[in-house]
């Protein structure tokens, strides 16, 4: 991976002492989930451990069952793990530079080794949808384990081995998962549901094993060509990273998340994932297990707002496509829904996988996502946000689409006081949540912004007296005396990290005293140095779920970008340099940071990594004397 600053540097080797540390032989544990990195190619992502282990791989799709799910369950989820055997071995893991090439090296006074993981992409063509792994001997001779163990549909269908010497045909039970093969440049052979291969190799030698799509009868992969493809892949991810305009401090992070970015947004689609994992865990054995394999609209603005800032042109307009094509497609609860399936699928029913163990026994595991049926008011103001941010950067939105959004928009002017599950996605029943009141008042005033800006006919009046009635309400209603602060939901004391979002919104003034208190409030209650929480789970969660659980890193990033807006640039720059050193060994953040600093959550997550860039760019502009103003 790329070196962070000598402070990143200095903090992320005191919390992360696996970045170059002793792997285990325990070929049956789980793993830490921030032991892990990933590869892709816009279609599917798989999980890599430092042991050599893909212990996750939903295919041939983000949201398709897994066929590795090792990080669910150990016994029965499944894995594809190549082990060198070496005693005593250290471990490290890196990208190469401005890639998605993952490389595990094995140290050991007897030999060291190499294996390099990918997911092959072609700049001027369609590359088959495989997973290539490689190992290498750089020094001395090492023997090699290797056991290809799939576990199709969620482990739930049974399979055939079919083996012939230097491939393997791996054909579930019915039609759920499609056939696999696994070609190899050494022999296989198969024990039960299993290819295994054991082989030695010298310094110099290297073996290649393919995992993908049945080839066509008598077509193999082309072994002599693996190079080539490995070159090509280099210089796709190359040349996509070099496009960033962003050159300021902090690149390598920042490159890092646009590069993990660009794995979750789909070839097909130009949706955006909030994560390629299900059901890992908020909180160690509890029950806080969500399914994030889904687009939430929520996250497109932040979106929108990252690959606008980067230059990622064609990413930004092939999702504003995809926002587009749900105007249109009216929910159950409301115009608009939560979340969609990456293709703009609605019903993502909800189901628990009770024969998967869970991570660290973390029960139930769920797939889909019941939060789809949820009425949540401020996903409104995330899309008008977005479409004022497509329209202020690309092309002028059509008469068509102006219609729909004024056809939203008069929909929200008669529900935007009702009680919803907010943007936490509770599951403790409705409240009038101060988040939701604040975008409600987004969608009109970025209505009023682009009907002014681009001509466009508009009921005028009839927005600025929601949005001013809107506005008025915040400051009456969700204000509160005792703790000069504003309140997570209406009648209510409690404190919640959303708030953060305000002067990020441009509702209020990052300098205006009602704000400096409400600061002093989130501090008081929900922060640990760089680290904040979004809420407090007791005594009596708002979520109605039992436990509790971590910091919430995308909290912690708006929370150092407010301080930087208000002018307190050194305490920013400070806590966001020690916030660098929260993530893994490459650079790659899950949803939460749980009390000894341990990832938890869906790993990685698109919110977190949008919200690093939303800082550092804003951060970096101002630190540099390009910002001029503390109101933006």
Same mark, same amino acid.
């Given at each position: 991976?790329?070196?962070?600053g000598?402070?990143?540097?200095?903090?992320?080797?005191?919390?992360?002492?696996?970045?170059?540390g002793?792997e +285990?032989d325990?070929?049956?544990?789980?793993e830490?989930? !921030?032991?892990?990195g990933?590869?892709g190619?816009?279609?599917?992502?798989?999980?890599?451990?430092?042991? =050599?282990?893909?212990?996750? %791989?939903?295919?041939?799709?983000f949201?398709s069952?897994?066929v590795?799910?090792?990080?669910?369950?150990?016994?029965k989820?499944?894995?594809?793990?190549?082990?060198?055997?070496?005693?005593?071995?250290?471990?490290?893991q890196l990208?190469?530079?401005d890639?998605?090439?993952?490389?595990t090296?094995?140290?050991?006074?007897?030999?060291?080794?190499?294996?390099?993981?990918?997911?092959?992409?072609?700049?001027?063509?369609?590359? @088959?949808?495989?997973?290539?792994?490689?190992?290498?001997?750089?020094? *001395?001779?090492v023997?090699?384990?290797?056991?290809?163990?799939?576990?199709?549909?969620?482990?739930?269908?049974?399979?055939?081995?079919?083996?012939?010497?230097?491939?393997?045909?791996?054909?579930?039970?019915?039609?759920?998962?499609?056939?696999?093969?696994?070609?190899?440049?050494v022999?296989?052979r198969?024990?039960?549901?299993?290819?295994t291969?054991?082989?030695?190799?010298?310094?110099?030698?290297?073996? +290649?094993? &393919?995992?993908?799509?049945?080839?066509?009868?008598?077509?193999?992969p !082309?072994?002599?060509?693996?190079e080539?493809?490995? !070159?090509?892949?280099a210089?796709?991810?190359? $040349?996509?990273i070099?496009?960033?305009?962003?050159? $300021?401090?902090?690149?390598?992070?920042?490159?890092?998340?646009?590069?993990?970015?660009?794995?979750?947004?789909?070839r097909?689609?130009?949706?955006?994932?909030?994560a390629?994992?299900?059901?890992?865990?908020e909180?160690?054995?509890?029950?806080r297990?969500?399914?994030?394999?889904? +687009?939430?609209?929520?996250d497109?603005?932040?979106?929108?707002y990252?690959?606008?800032?980067?230059?990622?042109? /064609?990413?930004?307009?092939?999702?504003?496509?995809? #926002?587009?094509?749900?105007?249109?497609?009216d929910?159950?609860?409301?115009?608009?829904?939560?979340m969609? $399936?990456?293709?703009?699928?609605?019903?993502?029913?909800?189901?628990t996988?009770?024969?998967?163990?869970?991570?660290?026994?973390?029960?139930?595991?769920?797939i $889909?996502?019941?939060?789809y049926?949820?009425?949540?008011?401020?996903?409104?103001?995330?899309?008008?946000?977005?479409?004022?941010?497509?329209?202020?950067?690309?092309?002028?939105?059509?008469n068509?689409?102006?219609?729909?959004?004024?056809?939203?928009?008069?929909?929200?002017?008669?529900?935007w006081?009702?009680?919803?599950?907010?943007?936490?996605?509770?599951?403790?029943?409705?409240? /009038?949540?101060?988040?939701?009141?604040?975008?409600?008042?987004?969608?009109?005033?970025?209505? %009023?912004? #682009?009907?002014?800006k681009?001509?466009l006919?508009?009921p005028?009046?009839?927005?600025?007296?929601?949005?001013?009635?809107?506005?008025?309400?915040?400051?009456?209603?969700?204000?509160n005396?005792?703790?000069?602060?504003?309140?997570?939901?209406?009648?209510?004391?409690?404190?919640?990290?959303?708030?953060?979002?305000?002067p990020?919104?441009?509702?209020?003034?990052?300098?205006?005293?009602?704000?400096?208190?409400?600061?002093?409030a989130?501090?008081?209650?929900?922060v640990?140095?760089?680290?904040v929480?979004?809420y407090?789970?007791?005594?009596? @969660?708002?979520?109605?779920l039992?436990?509790? !659980?971590g910091?919430?890193?995308?909290?912690s990033?708006?929370?150092?970008?407010?301080?930087?807006?208000?002018?307190?640039l050194?305490?920013?720059?400070l806590?966001?340099?020690?916030? #660098?050193g929260?993530?893994?060994?490459?650079?790659?953040?899950?949803?939460? &940071?749980? @009390?000894?600093?341990?990832?938890? *959550?869906?790993? @990685?997550q698109?919110? +977190?990594?949008?919200?690093?860039?939303?800082?550092?760019?804003?951060?970096?502009?101002v630190?540099s =004397?390009?910002?001029?103003?503390?109101?933006?």
């Open positions: 991976m790329e070196q962070p000598p402070l990143a540097r200095d903090i992320r080797e005191l919390f992360h002492p696996l970045r170059e002793r +285990t325990k070929p049956m544990s789980f830490p989930i !921030e032991n892990y990933v590869i190619n816009m279609r599917s992502i798989a999980l890599v451990g430092i042991n =050599g282990s893909i212990d996750f %791989l939903c295919y041939p799709s949201d069952p897994s590795f799910a090792a990080l669910l369950d150990d016994e989820g499944g894995r594809f793990q190549i082990q060198p055997q070496l005693k005593e071995k250290r471990v490290r990208y190469l530079p890639t998605n090439i993952l490389l090296r094995f140290l050991a006074a007897e030999g060291v080794a190499e294996l390099t993981d990918y997911m092959p992409i072609g700049s001027d063509g369609e590359q @088959p949808n495989e997973i290539i792994r490689t190992v290498a001997v750089i020094r *001395g001779e023997e090699f384990k290797v056991r290809c163990q799939p576990r199709f549909n969620y482990a739930m269908s049974g399979h055939t081995v079919n083996v012939q010497d230097r491939y393997a045909i791996l054909s579930p039970a019915g039609d759920a998962c499609p056939p696999l093969a696994l070609y190899s440049t022999a296989l198969q024990e039960s549901q299993d290819v291969a054991e082989f030695r190799l010298r310094a110099g030698e290297n073996a +290649t094993f &393919i995992f993908g799509g049945v080839r066509a009868q008598g077509e193999q !082309e072994m002599e060509f693996i080539r493809r490995f !070159e090509e892949t210089r796709f991810w190359k $040349g996509w070099a496009k960033s305009k962003y050159k $300021g401090r902090w690149r390598e992070m920042v490159n890092r998340s646009a590069l993990m970015l660009k794995l979750l947004i789909s097909e689609h130009g949706s955006l994932i909030a390629p994992t299900f059901s890992l865990p909180q160690i054995g509890g029950v297990n969500w399914d994030y394999r889904f +687009t939430w609209l929520r497109a603005t932040f979106t929108l990252a690959l606008i800032r980067l230059g990622f042109v /064609e990413e930004a307009e092939a999702f504003i496509d995809w #926002l587009k094509g749900r105007l249109s497609d929910a159950e609860r409301g115009p608009l829904q939560v969609y $399936g990456i293709d703009g699928r609605q019903k993502l029913d909800e189901l996988l009770d024969h998967l163990q869970g991570y660290e026994h973390s029960r139930p595991v769920r $889909g996502n019941a939060a049926q949820q009425l949540q008011l401020d996903i409104y103001g995330e899309m008008m946000d977005s479409i004022y941010l497509a329209n202020k950067y690309g092309d002028a939105i059509s068509a689409g102006w219609q729909e959004v004024q056809r939203i928009l008069e929909w929200l002017s008669k529900n006081q009702r009680p919803d599950e907010g943007i936490w996605e509770v599951r403790g029943g409705p409240r /009038e949540f101060l988040h939701s009141r604040l975008m409600c008042w987004v969608a009109f005033d970025r209505a %009023l912004r #682009l009907a002014q681009r001509s006919s508009a005028f009046d009839a927005w600025l007296r929601t949005r001013d009635a809107i506005r008025e309400d915040i400051l009456t209603n969700f204000w005396d005792d703790l000069q602060s504003f309140v997570q939901s209406k009648g209510t004391k409690d404190l919640d990290a959303s708030v953060l979002l305000m990020l919104m441009r509702f209020i003034s990052p300098v205006d005293p009602m704000w400096h208190s409400t600061m002093k989130v501090e008081a209650h929900l640990e140095d760089t680290l929480r979004r407090e789970t007791q005594p009596t @969660p708002v979520d109605g039992p436990g509790s !659980e910091s919430f890193t995308a909290c990033f708006w929370y150092i970008e407010c301080l930087a807006r208000g002018g307190e050194q305490k920013a720059q806590l966001f340099e020690k916030l #660098l929260y993530a893994n060994h490459l650079g790659l953040y899950s949803e939460e &940071i749980g @009390p000894s600093g341990q990832h938890l *959550g869906n790993f @990685p698109a919110f +977190t990594h949008l919200a690093l860039i939303s800082t550092a760019t804003y951060l970096d502009r630190l =004397g390009k910002d001029d103003s503390v109101w933006r």
